[in-house]
């Protein structure tokens, strides 16, 4: 499945931005789906994951309360909305798609991965 992420860019801190990952080549619904980001110098960190029915979610505490994994299968694409964003929210931001049903907390559960979009919170 190849995947696409957009919806990076600049906020200031408290402020929203809506990522999204549109997928294509494969059964976007036979998938579960997760967010991971990358800090600089850090190594790339859990956000959320969504089965592939979109019923079953789970968050890092780190962004649990401030943001929320959903998907549309009919429109093979997958959401983050973040909102109450802080600095250290700062980072690359990726979707992936595991292999099964299910969405893991390790990035070693997911065999596809999109590029990648910028997120810069400002203080």
């Known amino acids: 499945v190849q995947l696409q992420a957009s919806g990076g860019g600049l906020v200031q801190a408290g402020g929203s931005l809506s990522l999204s990952c549109a997928a294509s080549g494969r059964t976007f619904s036979n998938h579960g789906m997760g967010w991971f980001r990358q800090a600089p110098g850090k190594e790339r960190e859990f956000l959320a994951a969504?089965?592939?029915?979109?019923?079953?979610?789970t968050y890092a505490d780190s962004v649990k309360g401030r943001f929320t994994i959903s998907r549309d299968n009919a429109k093979n694409t997958l959401y983050l909305q973040m909102n109450s964003l802080k600095p250290e929210d700062t980072g690359v931001y990726y979707c992936a798609a595991s292999v099964g049903r299910s969405g893991y907390t390790s990035s070693s559960g997911y065999d596809y991965w999109g590029q990648g979009t910028q997120v810069t919170v400002s203080s």
């Open positions: 969504i089965s592939s029915s979109g019923i079953g979610t």
